[in-house]
């Protein structure tokens, strides 16, 4: 059967095995937009590492838990996002002012919302951890 949103799937395969208190847990298929929603949780501590490994199949990523995420998700249609609406959307999706980010494409690149904030650019809506 074919996958519809591999970000979803990506990001439930992570809250589940956060929920069940797995130590890793593998994502596929490794697409360049999911390796760097985990670059960004990476840098953010929400995961320990993650390394992307060729099955000849799309590939995988294994991703070592840190079990920090208590909920994350793909925001789904894309969301247009300008900075000015981004307090919206935090309150929205997260569940305090400084809990969680918000995983916004940008012209700049993918990015958490604190950066994007920073850098003054908006873009569409990915996703969000906390």
């Not at 998700?73 to 002012?97: A, F, H, N, T």
Request: hydrophobic fraction near 35%.
């Amino acid at each position: 059967m074919a996958r519809l949103n591999t970000v979803a799937d990506a990001m439930s395969t992570l809250k589940n095995a956060s929920d069940t208190g797995r130590a890793e847990c593998i994502v596929q298929p490794a697409g360049r937009l999911i390796g760097e929603l985990l670059r960004i949780m990476k840098e953010a501590g929400y995961i320990k590492e993650y390394t992307r490994i060729e099955d000849g199949r799309g590939g995988q990523f294994k991703v070592v838990m840190s079990g920090l995420i208590n909920k994350c998700g793909c925001i789904s249609p894309r969301y247009s996002v300008s900075l000015d609406e981004m307090e919206y959307w935090e309150q929205l999706y997260l569940p305090s002012k400084n809990i969680g980010m918000l995983m916004i494409s940008t012209s700049k690149g993918v990015m958490g919302h604190h950066d994007a904030r920073r850098n003054g650019v908006g873009g569409e809506l990915l996703g969000y951890v906390y």
